[in-house]
C-alpha cells in the first residue's frame, strides 16, 4: 500500500500509540551504547576512521545507483573483510571495553563515578610532581584537555598513552630529557602526549618577565578551555592559565583546589567555587590578565 504525504502524520500517531514499555526501554538501551560508542571513539584515529567508513559506504551506494557495476562488485567484495578490519583496526578500544565488562569497572563503563576518581588521582600526582619540581626549578607545562579536543597539539609531540604520575611528569619535564622542552597534554586523566608545541599568546600586555613557557601556556589558555599548570624554570613558582588569564606563585594547596574546582564535575556549592575558581580570582582585571600575588 503506498502511503501519500498527507497521511504521514495520521499514520505516525498510530504507531505511536502502539509503543509498548518494553519497545521504549529497548530505544532508550540502544540510544544510550551509541552514545557511549561515539564517546570511545572521539580520538583522531577512531574519528578518522568512521569519516572514511562514511565516504566508503557513500560511495558504495552512489555505484548501485548509478549502475557503476565495476565499482560496486570491487566495494563489496571490499565489505566482505569489513568486519574483519574493523576488528583489527578498533583492537585496543574493543578490548578497553571487554576489559570494563569482564570487571568491577563495569560500572564505569555506565557512569561517570570512576572518571571522577581517576581525575582525582591525577590531579594529586600533578600537585606531587610540580611542588616537586618547583623545588628543583624543572620547567614543566601541563596542559588539561576539557571540552576542545587537543588532537592537533597533540600530533606536534610524541603520542603517548599513559596514567598520570609524578614519577612520569618528572620524567618527562628532566633537562636533559628529549621531551622536556614541550608540554604535557592530559586527556581524562592519561598523558596523551608530550614534548607538544603550543601557539604562543598574542596578547601585547603581557609582562616582559614572563618567559616563552608562560606565554605559550597563555596562548593554549587563550585558543581553548583548557587548564594549563606552569612550572618556571627561572624562579620555581607554579602557575595556573584558563581562559588567558594567569595566576603566578601559588601554593601547592591553592594548585590543587584551583585543579579541583576547573576539572572536577560539582555542584555550584558557592563559597569553595568562588574562592578557587581562577576566572573569579581574576575577574575584572584587565591588561595582560596576570596576576603576581597568592
Known amino acids: 500500500m503506498e502511503l501519500k504525504f498527507s497521511q504521514i502524520p495520521a499514520f505516525a500517531g498510530r504507531y505511536l500509540l502502539t509503543l509498548q514499555i518494553t519497545d521504549l526501554l529497548d530505544i532508550l538501551i540502544m540510544a544510550f551504547l551509541l552514545y557511549k560508542v561515539l564517546t570511545l571513539v572521539r580520538s583522531t584515529k577512531a574519528a578518522s576512521l568512521l569519516k572514511g ?15 557503476l557495476n565495476g565499482i560496486h562488485y570491487m566495494l563489496s567484495k571490499t565489505m566482505e573483510w569489513g568486519v574483519l578490519a574493523l576488528i583489527i583496526l578498533f583492537q585496543p578500544e574493543i578490548r578497553r571495553i571487554l576489559e570494563q565488562v569482564g570487571s568491577r569497572r563495569i560500572i564505569a563503563f ?15 600526582q600533578t600537585v606531587l610532581a610540580c611542588t616537586e619540581m618547583s ?5 614543566a607545562l601541563i596542559v588539561f584537555e576539557r571540552e576542545i579536543l587537543l588532537d592537533d597539539m597533540v600530533r606536534s609531540g610524541t603520542v603517548l598513552d599513559a596514567a598520570v604520575s609524578s614519577e612520569l611528569l618528572k620524567n618527562i619535564f628532566f633537562v636533559k630529557a628529549p621531551m622536556h622542552d614541550g608540554a604535557v597534554i592530559v586527556r581524562h586523566g592519561r598523558v596523551l602526549g608530550a614534548g607538544c608545541m603550543l601557539p604562543l599568546s598574542k596578547n601585547v600586555n603581557l609582562s616582559r618577565d614572563l618567559g616563552m613557557r608562560h606565554r605559550a601556556g597563555i596562548g593554549m589558555s587563550e585558543n ?8 618556571s624554570e627561572e624562579t620555581g613558582s607554579i602557575s595556573v592559565a584558563i581562559g ?3 595566576k603566578r606563585h601559588l601554593k601547592p594547596e ?12 560539582q555542584e555550584e556549592s558557592g563559597e569553595e567555587k568562588q574562592k578557587f575558581s581562577l576566572a573569579q580570582l581574576l575577574r575584572g582585571r584587565k591588561g595582560g590578565g596576570v596576576d603576581d600575588g597568592e
Not at 224 to 231: E, L, M, N, T
Not at 254 to 265: A, D, F, G, K, Q
Open 254 to 265: 591553592t594548585l590543587e583546589n584551583l585543579l579541583r574546582n576547573e576539572l572536577l564535575p
Open 224 to 231: 581553548s578551555d583548557a587548564a594549563v599548570v606552569i612550572v
Open 135 to 139: 623545588q628543583s626549578r624543572t620547567g
Open 244 to 246: 588567558g588569564m594567569l
Open 53 to 67: 567508513l562514511l565516504v566508503f559506504f557513500i560511495v558504495l551506494a552512489l555505484s548501485s545507483l548509478m549502475q
Open 110 to 124: 555506565f557512569s561517570h563515578s570512576e572518571a571522577g576518581n581517576v581525575i582525582e588521582q591525577t590531579i594529586s
